[in-house]
């Protein structure tokens, strides 16, 4: 069964719309800097922009007359000439956000270590598990490189064509690493960032269009407990993750495949295969990927060149606000179910390691570039295999996915509780199906 809330302020009716965002009008903790405040305009339809500011002013002009909002036994009331009856709206729970909470999930734990990490990458000191990438493509492209990773000596580079990757690899590192930066605006940046060069690819007008409806199908083997198949690729726009495979499983999982998104481990392996084999939805199918080390900017560079369809990588702004909301969560989590001190959440979370999933990624892409948005094969079961299509036992460490549980919980339920984002999102109606 579909867990299913549309959002109050779901566009379906701009009468509903305009006696719910009335009444946040007189909502008395609007002075709370944190409570989501909600633009009433903007967001309608233009040609009744004029009659709904009309409207307002006229409600403004009521409460100011009867300032009082009138509060009985949790149920809100208040009296507007405008309506025949009485409005009764239960209002969203006020979100409440620990501000110890929201700074210690804003500390990324791994920074120095990431800012090291690039900084050599720069000077071209290639160490240890760095160097197998550099191996890999050498085996490649038989280039003539030579790493010295123990005694820290610089690589040398003797080919011209290695040299040009070389350079563009710093460009695009540098460049990736100058943007990583907290910016809760950037949901309202993906429909440009993502949408808008795959339709290019795709021979259409670039619009500010969202897609209607878009399908995250995740990877959890709950997948295989019903035949959601059909419904999945009812979808317009269908998004896969790293790379896990539809055939013979199409009638759990569906067969179209319009956004594979994947973390640069997965293109990382596919890199060593001729042509950067990386596509087993069809050549055609844009690949979205987020960085998970500064490295696998040589992978992206050897294949972006050879591929066809757009290959595009997550804005790093994007994937700081996406890190803060998972830590934020699982953090709450922490400290609620164990009592524990904040200090002790690393420890358990592999800390400076702790990485939102690929899946959690793909919901928050949909919900910046979707009208709205449906989830499958997210969750976990007893009787049910981690991952539909392989045999892998255990979850990895460095990802809290019952942290990333609670935060679809509260796309569906209660999108107000969601730290970090920007105000001035609208978040999508969310469906999980499981
Ligand atoms: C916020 O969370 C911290 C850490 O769990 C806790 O010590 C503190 O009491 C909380 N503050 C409030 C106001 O609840
Ligand atoms: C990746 O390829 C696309 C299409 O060929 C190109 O427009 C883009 O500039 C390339 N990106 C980089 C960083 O080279």
Known sequence: M??????????????????????YLFWPYLANPIYRSTNLIAPMKRSVRPFVSILVLLALAVTLSCRIAIRRGGIFTFPAELESGRVLIQPPPIPYFNSTLLKFAATDMGEEKAKLEIEQLLEGNFGQGRYKTFATWRRFNHHDIKARNSNGLPVMLRSPKFYRYWLDFRRNLQDWARRKMFQPDIMMDLVRLVKVPIDSHNGLMSSDRKYK????????????????????????????????RTERFEKYVGSKTSIS??????????????????????GDVPIIMYICQPIHFMDYLMCNSSHKAP?????????MLCARIVKYYSVKKFVEETGKPLSEWGSTHDGSMFHYSSGMQAVMLALGVCDRVSIF???????????????????????????????????VTNPQAIPFISDNFRFPPVVIYQ
Request: overall charge negative; some cysteine; hydrophobic content about 30%.
């Open 311 to 319: 290959l595009l990588i997550t804005d790093p702004r994007f994937d």
């Open 261 to 282: 998104f994947v973390n640069s481990n997965i293109l990382h392996l596919c890199a060593r295969r001729e042509g950067c084999f990386c596509h087993p939805y069809g």
């Open 213 to 244: 409806s878009c399908a995250v199908v995740g990877n959890s083997g709950i997948l295989l407990n019903s035949d959601q198949g059909k419904l999945i690729d009812g979808h317009e726009v269908v998004i896969r993750l790293n790379n896990a």
């Open 2 to 23: 579909p867990k299913s809330a549309e959002p109050e302020d779901g566009s379906e009716s701009n009468a509903d719309t305009f006696k719910i965002r009335t009444f």
């Open 377 to 411: 094969g997210f969750g976990k079961s007893v009787s049910a295999k981690h991952h539909y299509h392989t045999n892998q036992k255990a979850e990895l460490k460095l990802h809290d996915y019952e942290a990333e549980y609670a935060f679809y919980n509260d796309l």
